[in-house]
C-alpha cells in the first residue's frame, strides 16, 4: 500500500478527531481490519495514535512480516502491553476504542498496564473515514467488480448441471474465484459472523431463517456451520438458483446477487416481483448523490410499495430486514446503511451495495443485488448490469 495513502489516511483520522473532541488525548486500534487500513499491514498489535505525537504500530507478530509490508514509518516490537505503557511518561486520562468489536477480557488486560478513566468510542469515526474510498481503494474496487460481473453472468451459468449439490456448486465456485484473484476470504465486520463465499440456493432455500442479518437464509453443511451451501438439496429441473456472494482483491470487496432459471420457467409472480426489484435497485441508483440522506431514500422507496408487495420483501416471513443497501470496502457490511435511522448524508465516492429481494414461497428468493459508487450523477454500478434469471440449458 502506497505510504502516501497511508498518510493521507492518517491525516483524515486526527482531522476528524480535532473536530469531534479538540482535547482527544489517544486513540488505540486493536482490530485487524483498522489497522490494516492504517497501516497495510495485518498482525497481531497494537497501533497507537496520540493527538500529540506521531503514530506507532507495535507488532507481536509478526514484526518481520509486518516490516516487511508495510511502509508505515514507525513500527515496532513488543512482547506485552507493558513494553508500551513504558514510553508514556503519563498514561491519559480518556482513550478511543473500537468498543464494537474489542473483547471485555482483552479491554481488562490493555487497562492493567493502562489504568485509564474513561473510554470513548473511535468506531463511527473511523467507519466514516473507510466509507469515503480513495482513487487508490477505487482502483482496486472496480476490477473487483469486473471480475465478480465475469464470475456470475458468465461463468455460473457453465457450471450447472442436474443433481449437484448446493455445496458442490460453492466448492467449484471457489476454485474458480481463487483463480480470478479472488483473496479467499468474504469478510463481515458484524460481531461473531462467519461467512464463506456467500449465501447460494436452490429453489426455496434461500427462504430458509438464518441469524444471518441479511434477505436470504441459507441451511449451509450443518447446523455446526450453516455455510455455503447444503450437501444434500440437488439441482432439478425448474430450480430457481440464488447465489449472493462477496469477491474481493487485496481486501477490497465488492457484492452481487445473480438468479438463474435452471432448465424451466419462472413463475409469472416471481418474474413480476423480480422485474419490481430492478425498478428499486435502479430509483435507488438514481439517487446515490452526495448530499441525499439514506433515510430519505429509504422513506421514499418504502412510502412507494403497496402492502403486498412489502409482504416477503427483504427477507421471507418474520426474517425481514430493515434496510435495502449497506457500505462495502474492507468488509461487505460498512456504513452507510440504507435505512430509516441512517441520516448522515451520503459523500461522494462512498461504495454501497444495493439489494432489493422479494421471498416467493415455493420458488426462492428474486430480486438484484449490485455494488455502486456515490457519484454526481448518481450510482455508478460497477458489478455488471445484467438483470438477473438468466436460462441456463
Given at each position: 500500500?502506497?505510504?502516501?495513502?497511508?498518510?493521507?489516511?492518517?491525516?483524515?483520522?486526527?482531522?476528524?478527531?480535532?473536530?469531534?473532541?479538540?482535547?482527544?488525548?489517544?486513540?488505540?486500534?486493536?482490530?485487524?481490519?483498522?489497522?490494516?487500513?492504517?497501516?497495510g499491514t495485518m498482525q497481531d498489535g497494537i497501533l497507537v495514535i496520540p493527538a500529540d505525537d506521531d503514530p506507532t504500530f507495535w507488532v507481536r507478530r509478526s514484526y518481520e512480516r509486518a516490516l516487511e509490508e508495510s511502509k508505515f514509518k514507525d513500527i515496532r516490537h513488543m512482547n506485552t502491553f507493558r513494553d508500551i505503557s513504558q514510553t508514556f511518561e503519563k498514561i491519559p486520562d480518556t482513550i478511543y476504542l473500537e468498543t464494537e468489536a474489542m473483547p471485555l477480557a482483552l479491554y481488562e488486560r490493555f487497562t492493567k498496564y493502562f489504568p485509564i478513566k474513561e473510554y470513548k468510542k473511535a468506531d463511527r469515526i473511523i467507519g466514516m473515514l473507510r466509507a469515503i474510498k480513495s482513487k487508490y481503494e477505487l482502483r482496486i474496487m472496480?476490477?473487483?467488480?469486473?471480475?465478480?460481473?465475469?464470475?456470475?453472468?458468465?461463468?455460473?451459468?457453465?457450471l450447472l448441471y442436474e443433481?449437484?449439490?448446493?455445496?458442490?456448486?460453492?466448492?467449484?465456485?471457489?476454485?474458480?474465484?481463487?483463480e480470478e484473484g479472488y483473496h479467499g476470504i468474504t469478510r463481515f465486520g458484524m460481531f461473531d459472523t462467519e461467512m464463506l463465499l456467500g449465501h447460494i440456493g436452490f429453489g426455496d432455500t434461500p427462504l430458509y431463517p438464518s441469524y444471518f442479518n441479511g434477505a436470504s437464509g441459507n441451511r449451509g453443511l450443518s447446523p455446526a456451520a450453516p455455510l455455503l451451501g447444503s450437501r444434500q438439496r440437488k439441482l432439478k429441473k425448474g430450480d430457481l438458483v440464488y447465489v449472493d456472494i462477496g469477491f474481493g482483491i487485496e481486501g477490497y470487496h465488492t457484492d452481487k446477487t445473480m438468479t438463474y432459471i435452471f432448465k424451466g420457467e419462472i413463475p409469472e409472480k416471481a418474474e413480476k416481483a423480480h422485474n419490481k426489484c430492478l425498478e428499486i435497485q435502479e430509483k435507488i441508483s438514481k439517487m446515490l448523490k452526495p448530499g441525499t440522506s439514506p433515510a430519505g431514500i429509504y422513506k421514499t422507496i418504502m412510502d412507494g410499495l403497496d402492502d403486498e408487495f412489502r409482504k416477503n420483501?427483504?427477507?421471507?416471513?418474520?426474517?425481514?430486514?430493515?434496510?435495502?443497501?449497506?457500505?462495502?470496502?474492507?468488509?461487505?457490511?460498512?456504513?452507510?446503511?440504507?435505512?430509516?435511522?441512517?441520516?448522515?448524508?451520503?459523500?461522494?465516492?462512498?461504495t454501497l451495495a444495493i439489494e432489493p429481494k422479494k421471498g416467493i414461497q415455493g420458488v426462492g428468493m428474486v430480486g438484484t443485488e449490485n455494488t455502486f459508487i456515490v457519484t454526481r450523477k448518481g450510482g455508478k454500478c460497477i458489478t455488471g448490469e445484467n438483470p438477473g434469471l438468466i436460462p441456463t440449458t
Open positions: 500500500m502506497p505510504y502516501n495513502e497511508l498518510e493521507n489516511r492518517m491525516k483524515r483520522f486526527r482531522a476528524e478527531m480535532d473536530k469531534k473532541d479538540p482535547q482527544w488525548e489517544i486513540a488505540v486500534i486493536f482490530t485487524k481490519i483498522d489497522q490494516y487500513y492504517f497501516t472496480r476490477k473487483s467488480g469486473k471480475i465478480h460481473q465475469h464470475i456470475l453472468e458468465e461463468i455460473v451459468p457453465e443433481g449437484m449439490s448446493e455445496a458442490e456448486l460453492g466448492a467449484e465456485l471457489f476454485q474458480i474465484m481463487i420483501f427483504m427477507g421471507f416471513g418474520e426474517n425481514q430486514v430493515k434496510f435495502l443497501g449497506h457500505g462495502i470496502g474492507l468488509v461487505i457490511d460498512e456504513v452507510p446503511v440504507i435505512a430509516e435511522k441512517f441520516k448522515d448524508p451520503l459523500e461522494e465516492n462512498m
